[in-house]
């Protein structure tokens, strides 16, 4: 089979990016791993891996401007903003649903987060409500400043949201040079911003909140921007597997200290955000995955949503009893390469038997052509 006969369409007739696909699904399985390995060693020593994996929330922003853009882009002289918000709510919300119902119920039944998880029942009912709306919780016990308690990485989701909402509004009306002024100004608003701080690790609790905004700014408007200006740049063909090996290196790096009263590691992580990524996410957008990688990009890219926005509660499950028992190393090590398959199983299901169905039924419902939703 030639590589040509491999290339993945919509229904509409438009090229899927399968490799940029796989790699949504690489940089959530990561995160995964981040997770796991950071919350249950308390993000310290050798076995608190990937520490820089929390970028891949970046790399997501920046995969969404792309995508978005290249979407809905020469649409809209047949669509309406509310039928794109329409399109977007059935394509993200189910699954928003099913991560606060899960997270309510790793809350109440987790035997070892007794001792922390007090929260008098009117006020977890109104997080869980908020959390449904994908609106900031109220104080929850044993989640510390987490905007999103029952669901903790449900907050870039919210900040997905708004980079959707301003694209409709005002993004998609501006010229490619509009939106480089605005990557340059939030770019350069990141890099201070990471050498003060010394990471760009905040926007999912209370007290960096304003964090997650710039970050969805700087890497939401750069995919956009990236998407406009893809088929003036010529960069190697690379495939799924060698930009992974990329994405992990990048994720692997140690922790940097100071160095001449410049935080290292935060120039490290802006550095990733702003200037790696961007070459990832065009290499991939230049490359195809070929016969024998396609159907694995598919997957990949089905399963990345359902196993981020399902997979912490078995996280808090771990670490709490981590926390109450202080197991060996080799017995955590264990059961995280036991979860593993297990979130990840978790999400196929919920993909195929609650998240793809829902979406059907809606799409139906609301005379949505199944092309809109690619």
């Known amino acids: 089979m030639s ?3 491999s290339v993945d369409r919509t229904s509409s007739g438009k090229e899927h990016f399968e490799v940029l696909d796989g790699l949504r699904g690489s940089a959530a399985f990561l995160i995964v791993i981040f997770h796991f390995f950071n919350y249950a060693f308390g993000f310290h020593g050798p076995w608190a891996l990937v520490k820089h994996a929390y ?13 978005v853009g290249y979407a809905y882009d020469d649409r809209w002289q047949k669509m309406t903003t509310l039928q794109f918000f329409r399109i977007r709510l059935i394509r993200l919300h189910p699954l928003v649903l099913l991560g606060a119902t899960l997270g309510l119920l790793f809350y109440l039944f987790d035997p070892f987060g007794k001792g922390m998880n007090h929260t008098p029942p009117m006020t977890l009912l109104l997080t869980y409500i908020l959390s449904m709306l994908l609106l900031p919780s109220l104080p929850t016990g044993g989640r510390q400043n987490e905007t999103q308690a029952l669901n903790g990485p449900a907050w870039s989701l919210m900040q997905e949201y708004l980079g959707n909402i301003a694209y409709a509004l005002i993004l998609r009306r501006l010229r490619t040079a509009a939106l480089a002024i605005i ?10 911003v990471a050498n003060d701080k010394g990471s760009l690790d905040g926007g999912w609790g209370y007290t960096e909140i304003w964090m997650a905004p710039l970050r969805l700014t700087a890497s939401f408007v750069m995919g956009l921007l990236l998407y406009r200006i893809h088929d003036r740049v010529r960069l190697p063909k690379i495939g799924l597997l060698l ?19 410049l935080s290292m590691n935060g120039l490290y992580d802006a550095g990733c955000v702003l200037l790696l990524f961007p070459l990832i996410i065009l290499c991939g957008a230049h490359s195809n995955a070929g016969a024998g990688m396609i159907n694995l990009c598919k997957f990949s890219g089905r399963i990345s949503y359902p196993l981020y926005i399902t997979h912490i509660g078995w996280v808090y499950l771990l670490t709490n009893y981590s926390s109450a028992y202080h197991p060996s190393v080799a017995f955590r090590v264990g059961w995280i390469l036991v979860l593993l398959p297990t979130v990840t199983l978790a999400a196929w299901f919920a993909l195929k038997f609650y998240d793809e169905p829902i979406r059907a039924w809606l799409t139906r419902r609301y005379g949505i052509k199944r092309a809109a939703l690619q």
């Open 3 to 5: 590589v040509a006969a």
């Open 55 to 67: 970028l891949a929330v970046d790399f997501f922003f920046a995969l969404s401007g792309f995508v």
């Open 183 to 192: 990557v340059l100004v939030t770019g350069a608003a990141l890099f201070w």
């Open 243 to 261: 930009l992974s090996i990329v994405l992990v290196i990048a994720f692997q790096m140690p922790v940097f200290e100071k160095a001449g009263g």
